[in-house]
């Protein structure tokens, strides 16, 4: 399991993923879906296209990974996830499948969700990319179209050391014939899709030269943008019910694969876009970005984990203008943590800890690399503890926050 053991878990080749589908019946032809690559943003903008079909009447499926409580979380239909007696069942029923094929834990679930959404008969399903794209194993579906968010280095082991090389990993879910919106533009990445898309003949729109977003209120617990098409106003005083300053960059994104489904006859009104991304929260169950836990102290965690994550999970702590901030922050052993350490701020009081995963950061190695970094505090042998003693020494009007990997937050009690 990847997001457990690590890059031993990967499998390099979509093989197992086509070989169980072929037994399964593939159904992944069985419905219709939208596809997401990207290294920071696939899960924001995920959540929120399922919210917006569902609220426009269409039975949605959507497969986000990792989970942070429960395995379920995984695989849902119209906000519900799937009944654990259904993960039960298909473990049950294709027992032999599995142990003549040997797929990976992502590779059997990625053939669980196809196989669900297929049964349900979905009207269509939002796919979210484990890791990478191209060697993906939901990289074989035929989309209505394809959205690719940021590209940031991380999984650089497994995904290359640069932008362009990773984009060109993202860039393998473009399809031949099939619309790819690409959300950001940057000057490091054009050239990879557009080269990519022309080679497919795939039709390919960058969405912030469509779309200009401008945040006019925000709050911890959401936001609210005026987007112009040109000089025009698009849609004034839209309401996002996800916070983060991020979500500036996801939106034109989400808004041009709407105008893309609208072009193939799907039927959304303004008014279920303008609930859905207020109420995206509630609508899809999305946990764990930049989620508000708790007021005074306020307590907020975010499942941020890179270099471009942080550095946003950071100036929205600037803007948050607490006297104190008191970080709870564990790691992952197999990404160069050092460059991370270093954009912490050294006035912050940490709680170093160790997430209950294989994979983890030992919190020993970790409280030593930081404080090579300059950065002060204690180490904790569980995120609980270290939770609790933020929670001990942060006064009401002092700020907590939990983060530096996505196995932190899912430990947090009271998500």
């Known amino acids: 399991m990847f997001h457990r053991i690590g890059n031993a878990a990967f499998k390099k080749s979509l093989d197992n993923i086509l070989a169980l589908c072929e037994a399964l019946d593939n159904p992944q032809h069985k419905f219709k879906s939208i596809h997401i690559a990207g290294t920071n943003g696939k899960g924001s903008s995920s959540n929120m296209l399922a919210a917006i079909l569902q609220c426009s009447a269409y039975k949605t499926g959507l497969y986000t990974s990792p989970h942070l409580k429960d395995f379920t979380e995984r695989i849902r239909i119209n906000g519900h996830q799937i009944p654990k007696d259904e993960v039960v069942t298909f473990v049950e029923t294709h027992k032999d499948l599995f142990e003549r094929v040997q797929p990976s834990f992502f590779e059997m679930t990625v053939a669980m969700a196809f196989d669900y959404f297929a049964r349900e008969k979905v009207d269509i399903a939002v796919i979210e990319v484990g890791l990478g794209g191209r060697l993906d194993s939901t990289n074989i579906i035929i989309p209505e179209v394809s959205l690719i968010t940021n590209i940031s280095l991380d999984h650089q082991s497994l995904l290359g050391n640069d932008l362009p090389t990773i984009a060109a990993e993202k860039a393998g879910i473009i399809k031949h014939n099939v619309p790819v919106v690409i959300s950001q533009t940057q000057p490091e990445t054009t050239e990879v899709f557009l080269h990519k898309a022309l080679q497919e003949n795939a039709p390919i729109i960058f969405a912030d030269q469509q779309l200009e977003v401008i945040c006019t209120d925000s709050s911890f617990e959401d936001r609210t943008f005026d987007v112009y098409k040109g000089s025009h106003v698009?849609?004034?005083?839209?309401?996002?019910?996800?916070?983060?300053?991020?979500?500036?960059?996801?939106?034109?994104?989400?808004?041009?694969?709407?105008?893309?489904?609208?072009?193939?006859?799907?039927?959304?009104?303004?008014?279920?876009?303008?609930?859905?991304?207020?109420?995206?929260?509630?609508?899809?169950?999305?946990?764990?970005?930049?989620?508000?836990?708790?007021?005074?102290?306020?307590?907020?965690?975010?499942?941020?984990?890179?270099?471009?994550?942080?550095?946003?999970?950071?100036?929205?702590?600037?803007?948050?203008?607490?006297?104190?901030?008191?970080?709870?922050?564990?790691?992952?052993?197999?990404?160069?943590?050092?460059?991370?350490?270093?954009?912490?701020?050294?006035?912050?009081?940490?709680?170093?800890?160790?997430?209950?995963?294989?994979?983890?950061?030992?919190?020993?190695?970790?409280?030593?690399?930081?404080?090579?970094?300059?950065?002060?505090?204690?180490?904790?042998s569980t995120v609980m503890e270290a939770v609790n003693a933020a929670k001990a020494a942060a006064k009401e009007n002092e700020l907590i926050f939990i983060g530096g990997s996505t196995f932190v937050v899912a430990e947090v009690e009271d998500l």
């Open 234 to 380: 698009f849609l004034s005083d839209l309401k996002v019910g996800l916070a983060g300053s991020y979500q500036e960059h996801n939106l034109p994104g989400v808004l041009e694969v709407v105008e893309e489904l609208k072009r193939k006859g799907f039927d959304i009104p303004e008014n279920s876009l303008r609930f859905a991304l207020e109420n995206v929260r509630e609508l899809t169950g999305f946990k764990g970005r930049w989620q508000v836990l708790s007021q005074n102290p306020l307590i907020i965690c975010d499942t941020g984990h890179n270099e471009a994550g942080l550095k946003e999970v950071l100036a929205q702590l600037e803007r948050a203008g607490a006297p104190k901030v008191h970080f709870v922050f564990g790691a992952v052993n197999d990404k160069d943590i050092t460059k991370i350490l270093k954009l912490l701020p050294p006035e912050y009081s940490y709680y170093f800890c160790q997430p209950n995963i294989p994979r983890a950061l030992p919190v020993e190695e970790l409280t030593k690399l930081a404080s090579e970094a300059g950065l002060r505090g204690n180490a904790f």
